[in-house]
């Protein structure tokens, strides 16, 4: 093992006048761009909340509609949505606007939550890396933070850490937005030996307790490598890896074994192991398996997609220990804690949600109900979709409205 070269007071001086500097560039950004335009009207927080639905009702009737381009959060007993430069808090039961927060010059490039709340990312020049942590309730401002990152990036949060991953970085953030991984590409490259390598491209990373899991393919290497890093280390830039293997299990790195743009990718992962969703490849059929960290494959099940594979755009729902993951033309459940994937239903439109002890899943005409310990349907309610003609559907519990979203069409349903 080579051993990376020591580096001495100059070196280090000269890091560190390079890392002001660049922070020094990234506040003057945030300051005379447009985050020094925004518009921010917040409100007071409500003296009551209202319950929440514990099962699929047998009728729904449509409640109020509204327009994202982002899909939609469930948080604090509030809906956000995001379109444009804006990102809202609703009513769950009216669909009044109860808050906003705007940016004239700047679109939103991502939106999640993490410890409560709403974390609104936006691009500049750099990548989608400024970010604007909002109380979901009342709309104030409560942290944020100018950094790069890639310009398309997928946000995952487990109460504890945020994380935004694009094809080249993964940035790991504290619920006060302060970054405490650097995994990639760094912001500044002058500490060779640091990183544990380089010029791979990055598929998926999530949180895993203390650490987080990564999936990512490297050019030299024929399949994808699972690597488990500390989600604080001691300092950001210097990532503490604890495990990386080439997993044979997880398929081949090649683009040309799979349907173009498809590409294997995380659905949950735990300090045991993770579930992954690979697509077809050499005449072996998409499948969802589950690895252990030294990636050899300890159970699999067989998933049907539409051309193109699994539509990378919908995301993986995690809540109440339970993940569920759109394949395209079904949605494979998977108890979180044990990676097992527990359910395959098939003819559905998206990953579902989960109301008291039932995923609800979207199908054509209708939202189905499973029950998750016994797995077996319980209800069937009908619902209509003005305006639907294709595509996924997503669907999120806020209250006692299960709230859908298709394309640009957010859609409430309240119990008739």
């Known amino acids: 093992m080579v051993k990376p070269e020591r580096r001495t007071g100059v070196d280090l001086a000269v890091s560190a006048v390079i890392a002001i500097v660049v922070i020094v560039a990234g506040f003057v950004a945030w300051i005379t761009g447009s985050a020094g335009k925004a518009v921010s009207e917040t409100a007071p927080a409500p003296s009551t909340v209202s319950g929440s639905l514990i099962e699929l009702p047998v009728a729904l009737r449509e409640a109020w509609t509204a327009e994202a381009d982002r899909p939609v959060l469930a948080l604090g007993g ?71 990152e890639d310009h398309e990036v997928t946000l995952t ?63 030299t290497e024929p399949y994808p490598r699972l690597t488990v890093i500390g989600a604080s280390p001691k300092e950001a830039s210097e990532p503490q890896e604890t495990s990386s293997v080439v997993a044979a299990a997880l398929g081949s790195s090649d683009p040309d074994d ?104 979207p199908g054509p005409t209708s939202l189905t109900a499973y029950d998750l310990n016994s797995r077996t349907l319980v209800r069937s309610t009908p619902v209509a979709r003005p305006g639907y003609s294709t595509g996924p559907v997503l669907l999120t519990l806020a209250s006692d409205a299960l709230v859908s979203q298709w394309g640009g069409t957010v859609q409430a349903y309240r119990s008739a």
């Not at 009044?96 to 609104?120: E, H, I, M, P």
């Not at 694009?166 to 940035?171: A, I, L, M, N």
């Not at 045991?272 to 398996?289: I, K």
């Open 78 to 148: 509030t809906v956000v949505t995001a379109r444009g430069g804006e990102v809202a808090g609703h009513d769950p039961a009216t669909g009044k606007r109860t808050w906003r927060y705007a940016r004239g010059d700047t679109q939103v490039c991502g939106l999640t939550a993490n410890a409560g709340l709403v974390l609104a990312f936006y691009r500049d020049v750099r990548g989608c890396g400024e970010v604007m942590a909002l109380d979901p309730v009342t709309g104030q401002r409560r942290a944020s933070r100018s950094g790069r």
């Open 157 to 219: 949060g487990d109460g504890n850490y945020a994380i935004a991953q694009g094809p080249t970085r993964v940035d790991v953030f504290r619920s006060d937005l302060v970054r405490t991984v650097e995994y990639g590409k760094p912001d500044v490259p002058v500490n060779p030996g640091v990183q544990p390598r380089s010029g791979c491209t990055i598929g998926s990373a999530l949180p895993s307790g203390a650490s987080i899991t990564v999936l990512e393919t490297c050019p």
């Open 258 to 361: 799979a349907e173009a743009g498809d590409r294997p990718r995380l659905i949950t992962a735990t300090a045991a192991g993770a579930v992954a969703y690979l697509p077809a490849q050499g005449g072996r059929s998409a499948r969802v398996v589950t690895v252990d960290l030294q990636g050899r494959e300890l159970r699999s099940v067989d998933v049907t997609t539409p051309a193109g594979g699994a539509p990378r755009d919908v995301p993986v729902v995690t809540e109440a220990g339970i993940a569920s993951f759109f394949t395209g033309t079904s949605t494979v459940v998977v108890d979180a804690p044990s990676l097992v994937a527990e359910m395959v239903i098939p003819g559905t439109l998206g990953p579902g949600a989960v109301v008291g002890g039932q995923i609800v899943v």
